[in-house]
């Protein structure tokens, strides 16, 4: 059974940094797409950024590029998400997913992917 499990979240002022975490099991691995999606209140969930398990190619949102990293862990199956100079709109849930059926990443339209985590809340206030 596949299972996502998010860590990390919390709250923060702006400007400061956070490090979530998604711990995987019950699927190989590899060769897979892994990828962060938020929704803020009010809107859309939307894609933050993904990234080739095993590989190096990496998405990010436009919103997102030059503050949040993502990387993974393949030795611990599992993915991070550092997000540095956060801001007061990067507020929300943020969920874990898995693409297991590509074999690489595509794109961060949620309907890409097909497994997801509970989700953990951030929170930066101004």
């Known amino acids: 059974q596949v299972q996502l499990v998010e860590s990390g979240g919390g709250s923060v002022q702006a400007g400061g940094s956070m490090r979530l975490a998604c711990a995987a099991s019950?699927?190989?691995?590899?060769?897979?797409?892994m990828g962060w999606f938020r929704q803020r209140p009010g809107k859309e969930r939307e894609g933050v950024a993904a990234?080739?398990?095993?590989?190096?190619?990496?998405y990010y949102a436009n919103s997102v590029k030059g503050r949040f990293t993502i990387s993974q862990d393949t030795a611990k199956n599992t993915l991070y998400l550092q997000m540095n100079s956060l801001k007061p709109e990067d507020t929300g849930m943020y969920y874990c997913a898995a693409d297991l059926s590509s074999g690489g990443c595509s794109g961060l339209e949620a309907v890409l992917f097909g497994d997801w985590g509970q989700g953990t809340q951030v929170t930066v206030s101004s």
């Open positions: 019950g699927y190989t691995y590899s060769n897979i797409c």
């Open positions: 990234v080739h398990i095993g590989g190096r190619f990496a």
